[in-house]
């Protein structure tokens, strides 16, 4: 028999007991010092005699070869186990089998078990991986361990061992007066059962209480044990006094109680108007149901101090509380605190306080969060790792440059644009779009970025007018003020290098213009997901007459290693085609519309044309029945011109057109100078 300490202490000394293999049940001067510290007295009903562990596992087909049952001591006075009976209970309640120790029921002879004491009783010793147990159940009439050890005594029923784990199983420890399969409730000293098969849930039962209120939810499926955590607590409520752990025999109980868990933290509104209180959110779960409370501790950025509140429960495990209103642009800090009834906690952020979760109060012009205290283009923003909300025009259509972010602009003033990163396939909006939005603000590849919050999105008006910033040279572009904006630069414009002619430079990524020796790099096409770009091949000595785009990072190459900002064209308006060199003088005196090559064409056609004079042009696409489905240029000639454009057999939404006859058709704003049309045939 061996008595195995706890670490949790259940009585204010914890001992040690054993019955040697050689028979001695006790040493005469451990007996004595047993009896002085502690009145001897049997086992009586309503003694804290608790079962602190039993083996638990329901899906063992055939049983484990080794299952066990400990018995702890929580009072403060010895108790003898003489005569007491261990019940292994079948389905009905009655006994499966019954375990008599030695002696006789409610004498206090030869069994002491002291306060603090946890005796561990071995279901079938034989190959037990556990030394020195000594103290076996009944396991038929070959005793394989030493025969000098005392086993129990089967006293009743067909079982020839204890299974503990059967369809609806339990142990009783009782007192054993009464003979017989029925054990009486007031004979039980204490008890716990699996009420159905698999153990979906567990009971305790006592002599007072013979059905639990309120059972611990079973585990299915699962080698455990059931844990009285801690050992000396016994409520006669199972939710409220075990656990289901790995098995620890002859071994302290893990009582690691699952703790609570804080999730779904959220404020509403996303964008809150100064003076207005926010509704702080959470769900927050116990595995033992036993939330006792969440507190929110706030303060604006830089107070000393935190102010607190409690969160109170709504439905279910959502708990809420309204923060008190701020003043515009107060960045607040928060975290939240949820303690259940066992004093653990769960904390929000894990790392609270030394990290707090933010929100921040009014809209933010786009121009101050772009803003930094450097000057060159990858300078962070002085909101990095904070949550703003911003408002802007989306300035390019749909998936243009991504699926994962698009572009917003507040003006043509300094600093006015700025990047929305999104989900793949998340929200995406459409030129002209005027959107409030919120996120958290953050840095990359030299581009500071609004990482939106899915949830934090609002459309204000559709078909807004889109306006570039007009620059004064293209060296403007890798400004850090331009930084996520729609910019122009117009004048004469050399192209300095094709595509990929730049030494270390990614295939197809951009090439290099220059005016008066200040050079940028323009972003080539090929990697836009929506299939719609601008179709010029740049040469070198080009001169263009304009280049419009978003301004965005650039990748270092070899022949440049610092990171810079380059201009991004949206589609063919964007990078106007060099002037034919022909002389103003030797071109036609009246619009021309000139044959598109190839025709028939697959997928792509040029369309040439010449401007007489100084006149607004719009080239567009219709479809045999009439319908405009692509405009492919609207812009202002200045003098006379040879120009083309080139269609790809898409339409204004980027979709590809099926095979049919389509018709060029060209207008000027020249008084007296008729729209041109010619015929063009798409072969899929």
Request: one cysteine or more.
């Amino acid at each position: 028999m061996v008595f195995a300490t706890c670490a949790t202490a259940l009585g204010s000394v914890t001992r040690r007991f054993d019955v040697t293999p050689r028979g001695i049940p006790v040493a005469a001067v451990a007996l004595v010092a047993l009896l002085v510290a502690f009145p001897a007295i049997a086992l009586q009903v309503s003694d804290r005699v608790t079962l602190c562990e039993v083996q638990y596992d329901p899906p063992e087909t055939p049983e484990t070869s080794f299952e066990f049952i400990e018995i702890a001591n929580a009072g403060t006075t010895t108790v003898f186990l003489d005569g007491a009976v261990i019940t292994d209970e079948g389905n009905d309640g009655s006994a499966e089998a019954a375990f008599q120790f030695p002696g006789i029921p409610l004498t206090g002879t030869t069994l002491p078990l002291a306060p603090g004491d946890i005796l561990l009783l071995v279901a079938d010793a034989v190959g037990c991986p556990y030394a020195g147990v000594d103290f076996e159940f009944y396991a038929g009439t070959n005793d394989s361990d030493d025969p000098a050890v005392p086993n129990l005594v089967k006293t009743s029923g067909l079982a020839a061992d204890l299974y503990l784990a059967n369809s609806g199983d339990g142990i009783t420890l009782s007192v054993g007066v009464t003979s017989g399969n029925i054990i009486p409730c007031n004979e039980i000293v204490d008890g716990v059962s699996w009420e159905t098969g698999g153990a979906p849930d567990v009971t305790a039962t006592s002599s007072t209480v013979c059905a639990d209120s309120a059972p611990h939810p079973g585990i299915d499926n699962t080698v455990m044990s059931l844990q009285r955590c801690p050992e000396s607590v016994d409520t006669d409520v199972s939710s409220a006094d075990f656990i289901a752990a790995p098995r620890t025999p002859g071994a302290p109980n893990v009582c690691t109680f699952p703790g609570p868990v804080i999730e779904s933290v959220d404020t509403s509104p996303c964008v809150t108007a100064p003076g207005q209180p926010v509704l702080l959110s959470c769900v927050a779960t116990d595995a033992d149901g036993d939330i006792a409370s969440v507190r929110v501790f706030f303060r604006p950025a830089g107070s000393a101090a935190f102010d607190s509140l409690t969160l109170a429960p709504v439905v279910s495990d959502l708990y809420q509380v309204m923060l008190p209103g701020q003043t515009d642009q107060t960045l607040v800090e928060y975290f939240l605190r949820v303690r259940d009834a066992m004093g653990q906690t769960a904390i929000f952020p894990a790392n609270a306080p030394a990290t707090r979760a933010l929100y921040r109060v009014g809209v933010t012009p786009i121009s101050t969060v772009q803003s930094s205290i450097a000057a060159d283009s990858c300078a962070s923003s002085t909101f990095a790792g904070t949550p703003v909300s911003v408002v802007g025009i989306v300035t390019h259509h749909t998936n243009e440059f991504s699926v994962s972010y698009f572009y917003l602009q507040n003006g043509i003033g300094a600093f006015a644009g700025i990047r929305i990163v999104v989900s793949d396939g998340g929200f995406m909006p459409e030129i002209g779009d005027s959107l409030l939005v919120s996120g958290i603000v953050e840095e990359s590849l030299c581009q500071t970025q609004i990482v939106l919050d899915a949830d934090c999105v609002q459309l204000l008006a559709i078909d807004r007018r889109v306006r570039a910033r007009v620059l004064g040279s293209t060296g403007a572009i890798a400004q850090e003020e331009n930084e996520g904006m729609l910019v122009q630069v117009a004048g004469s414009i050399e192209v300095l290098t094709a595509f990929d002619s730049i030494p270390g430079m990614p295939a197809g990524r951009e090439f290099q213009v220059g005016d008066g020796g200040n050079p940028a790099w323009v972003g080539d096409d090929t990697f836009t997901p929506d299939g719609i770009g601008y179709g010029y091949t740049p040469v070198p000595r080009d001169p263009l007459q304009s280049l419009t785009g978003i301004v965005a990072a650039r990748w270092p190459s070899a022949l440049d290693p610092v990171t810079r900002l380059r201009l991004e064209p949206r589609r063919d308006p964007d990078v106007v085609v060099p002037v034919a060199s022909d002389a103003p003088s030797a071109l036609p005196r009246h619009l021309v519309l000139e044959p598109n090559l190839p025709n028939p064409f697959n997928p792509s056609t040029a369309i040439g044309f010449v401007v007489p004079g100084a006149c607004r042009v719009m080239l567009a696409v219709h479809d045999a029945r009439g319908r405009r489905v692509r405009t492919l240029l609207a812009r202002d000639y200045a003098a006379p011109a040879r120009d083309r454009v080139v269609w790809d057999g898409r339409d204004d939404a980027g979709h590809a057109l099926p095979s049919g006859v389509y018709w060029a058709r060209l207008h000027s704003s020249l008084a007296g100078t008729p729209a041109l049309a010619r015929k063009m045939l798409l072969a899929r």
